[in-house]
């Protein structure tokens, strides 16, 4: 079969640069899991230099075109191709419980879905790198006090230790994204349980960010907190002034205010 035709529609930017595809490969420790699973191989230029390491690949793709190629010139592929939608998948059909890492050169139109479908499934992903457009790589590594600190930021850190590890020049794909690419790595933490409940950790963090250019007093209004609690300073700041720790230390304090993990 002849080379797939990247899709727009999806997002599709092929990586013709060898070189950046076996760094991006060696991003994983290989520590403390057996499998890894690669979304969105394309055409393989990532895949190869997963299926040269001692570890169990497979991959997911819902482009129909790739799952042909991969399927015609990756011969240890054989039973290992996904040809689904990794946003939809229920990936515990493969893994069933087991630990697993997450790779990939991600369709930039999905990329921050399949970091939070990644949080969904923090229990099993201790390791998860990969391709992203630069600034999302960016705002996911972010710390507080800047614009880019945001949501995704304040989610992934909380599970996760994330790392900025290197820029990628437009010219390496297929066709060319308007953008420059970043590629960055998320290692989950030893312990990674929150002191608060976890879904109102959520509810805190998206609903601050919501009005990001409001105090936390105005922002987390629909909250529902008592007068005394909205007296404390934390509610004079922006969420931006905010880090992990201090976020999880909010959601406490709202907890311990009378307000359930909603």
Do not use: W
Not at 24 to 53: F, Q, R, W
């Amino acid at each position: 079969m002849e080379k797939v035709k990247a899709k727009k529609h999806l997002g599709q930017h092929f990586l013709k640069d060898e070189s950046i595809a076996k760094a991006i490969a060696d991003t994983l420790s290989l520590k403390g899991y057996d499998e890894v699973l690669e979304i969105g191989p394309g055409m393989g230029v990532l895949t190869k230099y997963l299926l040269d390491k001692p570890i169990n690949t497979h991959v997911i793709e819902i482009d129909t075109e790739s799952v042909v190629y991969l399927g015609e010139n990756y011969p240890k592929l054989k039973d290992k191709i996904i040809s689904q939608d990794f946003l939809k998948y229920n990936i515990n059909e493969v893994y069933e419980n087991k630990q697993f890492a997450i790779i990939g050169n991600f369709p930039y139109n999905i990329s921050t879905q399949i970091v939070f479908r990644t949080l969904e499934f923090k229990h099993q992903i201790p390791e998860f790198s990969g391709m992203f457009q630069k600034e999302v790589a960016e705002r996911i590594c972010e710390k507080k006090g800047s614009k880019a600190y945001g949501i995704l930021s304040v989610l992934a850190q909380a599970f996760y230790v994330t790392e900025y590890l290197f820029t990628v020049d437009e010219n390496v794909f297929i066709p060319p994204p308007k953008v420059k690419s970043g590629v960055m790595k998320m290692t989950r933490k030893e312990d990674y349980s929150l002191p608060c409940g976890e879904k109102l950790f959520f509810t805190v963090v998206k609903t601050a960010f919501q009005q990001r250019r409001k105090t936390l007093r105005n922002s987390l209004k629909t909250l529902n907190l008592s007068d005394n609690l909205r007296e404390d300073r934390i509610f004079d700041l922006r969420p931006e002034q905010l880090s992990v720790d201090e976020f999880i230390a909010l959601t406490q304090k709202i907890e311990a205010d009378g307000v359930q993990n909603k």
